[in-house]
């Protein structure tokens, strides 16, 4: 069964083609074969006793009229109303017989025929000349030669028919072709715009058109993403709001704590407001996601290099290879903004990072290596979840949302994060993105 499956074709418009030609075929041939079963089997038994006949009327003819004024007579008669070129041979005797091009079914059935009707020692040459048989009938007199074509014994509706059937075959299984692939396009599509818009990239052409059942999947699928579209919009205008109200005491607060006498209590109260303020914009960027950036054609160690030379400005000791040219659909902010969430939570932990960028497989990889004490295995799915702080080796840092928003960036785009082990002995972050 697994066999048959990796066989069978994986497309749509392969499977509906088989479903069409495999009947169309199995119907084909059992035509044919019915046909040669019946019509050639009676046409060859009709022409071949035909053929017995005028040679059993040449055989008493030659007994009756012996003389060799006669024989001549006889022959010229036979070779210009019956088509054939006869020789006697007198006194000759047929040798071993051995007939020759008989292996085919209209050969078999001629041969059963002569068996059947002529009573005589004979010999049939099918292979003889591709236009003709000759046929050797052994007489009391002599040896009867009879030189006939080739369509004396077969009939040409036999190979017109088999043309036809096949012919007709091909040109029916090409206009369904034709058809089945007109209504596969609207689903590819479909498909094409249900996986540009996971990646987060708009197909602003996108209208349905082909069955109704796809029109109606498509029209489903434009209505959900208007709804996704909505819903993220909503978000972001609720979370500007939230930005404001929230902002504006905490900056009431640092006033406050400004004008007022310092002190032990002063510098913790202090750090709590920072520890909020970053809090909220910690919050808000998860929140917010990629908003309204369109994801746009990027090289993508350029956007990289970016990255990596504004750390490098904070005094991170960083260091970049990709291998050859990477360019990608991205959204070049969301993107940076991810990275550097990657960075700034390993600058935490390490001393020396190591990015990557290579593609492998139809996906581009870029990886982010350091020597800091990295997360247990049992703990790296955890760590993309929002606040949360792992209380052994080493956590997320900040207020736990940098990890997360980085995933949420990343598998806007369509892909993925990864953790594993470094071979610089710490965290290994790979980031996975379609092509």
Same mark, same amino acid.
């Given at each position: 069964?697994?066999?048959?499956?990796?066989?069978?074709?994986?497309?749509?418009?392969?499977?509906?083609?088989?479903?069409?030609?495999?009947?169309?075929?199995?119907?084909?041939?059992?035509?044919?074969?019915?046909?040669?079963?019946?019509?050639?089997?009676?046409?060859?038994?009709?022409?071949?006793?035909?053929?017995?006949?005028?040679?059993?009327?040449?055989?008493?003819?030659?007994?009756?009229?012996?003389?060799?004024?006669?024989?001549?007579?006889?022959?010229?008669?036979?070779?210009?109303?019956?088509?054939?070129?006869?020789?006697?041979?007198?006194?000759?005797?047929?040798?071993?017989?051995?007939?020759?091009?008989?292996?085919?079914?209209?050969?078999?059935?001629?041969?059963?025929?002569?068996?059947?009707?002529?009573?005589?020692?004979?010999?049939?040459?099918?292979?003889?000349?591709?236009?003709?048989?000759?046929?050797?009938?052994?007489?009391?007199?002599?040896?009867?030669?009879?030189?006939?074509?080739?369509?004396?014994?077969?009939?040409?509706?036999?190979?017109?028919?088999?043309?036809?059937?096949?012919?007709?075959?091909?040109?029916?299984?090409?206009?369904?072709?034709?058809?089945?692939?007109?209504?596969?396009?609207?689903?590819?599509?479909?498909?094409?715009?249900?996986?540009?818009?996971?990646?987060?990239?708009?197909?602003?052409?996108?209208?349905?058109?082909?069955?109704?059942?796809?029109?109606?999947?498509?029209?489903?699928?434009?209505?959900?993403?208007?709804?996704?579209?909505?819903?993220?919009?909503?978000?972001?205008?609720?979370?500007?709001?939230?930005?404001?109200?929230?902002?504006?005491?905490?900056?009431?607060?640092?006033?406050?704590?400004?004008?007022?006498?310092?002190?032990?209590?002063?510098?913790?109260?202090?750090?709590?407001? #920072?520890?909020? +303020?970053?809090?909220? @914009?910690?919050?808000?960027? &998860?929140? *917010?996601? !990629?908003? $309204?950036?369109?994801?746009?054609?990027?090289?993508?160690?350029?956007?990289?290099?970016?990255?990596?030379?504004?750390?490098?400005?904070?005094?991170?000791?960083?260091?970049?290879?990709?291998?050859?040219?990477?360019?990608?659909?991205?959204?070049?902010?969301?993107?940076?903004?991810?990275?550097?969430?990657?960075?700034?939570?390993?600058?935490?932990?390490?001393?020396?990072?190591?990015?990557?960028?290579?593609?492998?497989?139809?996906?581009?990889?870029?990886?982010?290596?350091?020597?800091?004490?990295? #997360?247990?295995? +049992?703990?790296?799915? @955890?760590?993309?979840?929002? &606040?949360? *702080?792992? !209380?052994? $080796?080493?956590?997320?840092?900040?207020?736990?949302?940098?990890?997360?928003?980085?995933?949420?960036?990343?598998?806007?785009?369509?892909?993925?994060?990864?953790?594993?082990?470094?071979?610089?002995?710490?965290?290994?972050?790979?980031?996975?993105?379609?092509?």
């Amino acid at each position: 069964m697994s066999t048959l499956k990796r066989i069978l074709p994986k497309s749509l418009l392969g499977r509906s083609l088989l479903i069409i030609g495999t009947p169309l075929v199995l119907v084909q041939l059992i035509s044919i074969w019915v046909f040669f079963d019946r019509h050639v089997d009676a046409v060859t038994r009709r022409m071949a006793s035909t053929i017995v006949g005028e040679i059993n009327l040449m055989i008493n003819h030659l007994q009756d009229y012996n003389k060799p004024a006669d024989l001549v007579w006889i022959t010229s008669e036979i070779q210009s109303n019956l088509n054939m070129r006869v020789t006697f041979k007198k006194d000759q005797k047929l040798g071993k017989v051995r007939n020759k091009g008989l292996d085919t079914l209209v050969g078999s059935e001629l041969l059963r025929v002569f068996e059947q009707s002529l009573h005589r020692p004979f010999q049939i040459d099918a292979a003889y000349d591709p236009r003709f048989i000759k046929i050797l009938v052994e007489t009391n007199d002599g040896l009867l030669e009879i030189v006939t074509t080739q369509k004396r014994i077969r009939t040409i509706t036999t190979d017109l028919y088999v043309m036809w059937s096949i012919g007709s075959s091909l040109v029916l299984l090409i206009i369904a072709g034709i058809f089945m692939h007109n209504q596969v396009k609207p689903i590819r599509r479909l498909a094409h715009a249900a996986d540009s818009f996971g990646k987060g990239r708009d197909v602003p052409d996108f209208k349905p058109y082909g069955a109704r059942e796809v029109r109606r999947a498509a029209t489903a699928f434009m209505i959900m993403r208007e709804r996704l579209k909505r819903q993220l919009q909503q978000r972001t205008e609720m979370l500007a709001g939230i930005s404001h109200d929230l902002r504006t005491p905490l900056t009431r607060f640092k006033l406050a704590l400004a004008m007022m006498k310092g002190g032990p209590e002063l510098e913790e109260l202090e750090r709590d407001v #920072v520890e909020m +303020e970053q809090l909220v @914009d910690e919050y808000l960027a &998860f929140a *917010r996601g !990629e908003g $309204s950036e369109q994801a746009v054609e990027t090289n993508l160690p350029v956007l990289i290099e970016e990255v990596v030379n504004k750390s490098r400005r904070k005094g991170l000791d960083l260091s970049f290879t990709a291998k050859g040219a990477l360019r990608v659909m991205l959204r070049p902010n969301a993107f940076k903004r991810c990275l550097s969430n990657i960075v700034g939570n390993a600058s935490r932990f390490a001393d020396r990072i190591d990015i990557g960028a290579s593609r492998r497989s139809g996906l581009i990889l870029v990886t982010v290596d350091d020597n800091g004490p990295g #997360v247990p295995e +049992e703990s790296r799915e @955890d760590v993309f979840r929002p &606040f949360f *702080r792992a !209380e052994n $080796s080493r956590g997320t840092g900040g207020a736990g949302l940098g990890l997360t928003i980085a995933r949420d960036v990343i598998r806007g785009h369509g892909g993925d994060i990864m953790l594993g082990d470094s071979p610089l002995g710490g965290l290994r972050v790979v980031i996975r993105l379609p092509v």
